[in-house]
């Protein structure tokens, strides 16, 4: 039982490239979460989905884009790197509320992105 | 939507002292309330949380406190020891989203 893992862990990207961010969770988990974390700013919501097939805007979702065509899956695009988008990202996974459960989130271990 | 303020920023105590970190939240409708524990380059790990309809939660030397007509909570840790120095976050979940405070750096002088 892995968790949540996300790939890659660090990547380096010149402006204007885009890369996908994988976030795979084998919890069996409804809901996925993609936030970006900067120093003195905690942890921003950028997208999220309730389910397979849906994904919804979290807090700061521009110049970003996701699909979750399984629910095991939830992937973080950046169509064209900002420098502005260098940050950690951590992606979550999360069970539905339901008797003795919180809806606790699961983090990965983070994926460091720098944009030159 | 939810907005969460979290103070101090940074907390410096020494080991054995207690540390009190505190958070407000805007939204009413906000449920769940949980603490979560970051160190160095690690991910952030749940260290306790509290719902709505609870007033305290204690687990050892932790506890968390909440106030939902102030729409305020806080994190207590007694007997401070060095491994409680990292990074602690409070959050407030409403619905699916689980919004965060900006964060308290706390270092245990030894």
């Known amino acids: 039982n892995a968790g949540v893992t996300q790939t890659p862990k660090f990547r380096v990207l010149k402006t204007g490239q885009s890369m996908t961010l994988l976030c795979a969770q084998d919890?069996?988990?409804?809901?996925m979460y993609w936030y970006r974390q900067d120093p003195g700013m905690g942890l921003r919501l950028i997208h999220y989905s309730v389910g397979e097939g849906t994904t919804a805007k979290g807090e700061v979702p521009d110049g970003y884009n996701v699909s979750r065509l399984k629910k095991q899956n939830f992937l973080l695009g950046l169509e064209s790197a900002a420098p502005s988008q260098t940050s950690v990202y951590f992606c979550?996974?999360?069970?539905?509320?339901?008797?003795?459960?919180?809806?606790?989130?699961?983090f990965g271990e983070g994926s460091r992105l720098t944009v030159l | 939507g939810e907005n969460v303020e979290q103070h101090p920023s940074t907390l410096s105590v020494q080991e054995g002292d207690s540390a009190v970190i505190k958070c407000t939240y805007s939204?009413?409708?906000?449920?769940?309330f949980p603490w979560y524990k970051q160190e160095l380059g690690k991910r952030p790990q749940l260290i306790i949380d509290i719902r709505s309809n609870v007033g305290e939660k204690k687990d050892q030397r932790i506890a968390v406190t909440l106030n939902k007509t102030a729409k305020h909570f806080s994190l207590h840790i007694t007997e401070t020891q060095p491994e409680d120095s990292a990074v602690y976050f409070c959050a407030a979940k409403n619905d699916y989203k689980l919004s965060f405070g900006a964060g308290t750096t706390v270092t245990v002088r030894a």
């Open positions: 939204d009413s409708a906000s449920n769940y």
């Open positions: 919890m069996n988990h409804e809901y």
């Open positions: 979550a996974s999360s069970p539905t509320r339901s008797t003795g459960n919180t809806g606790e989130l699961f």
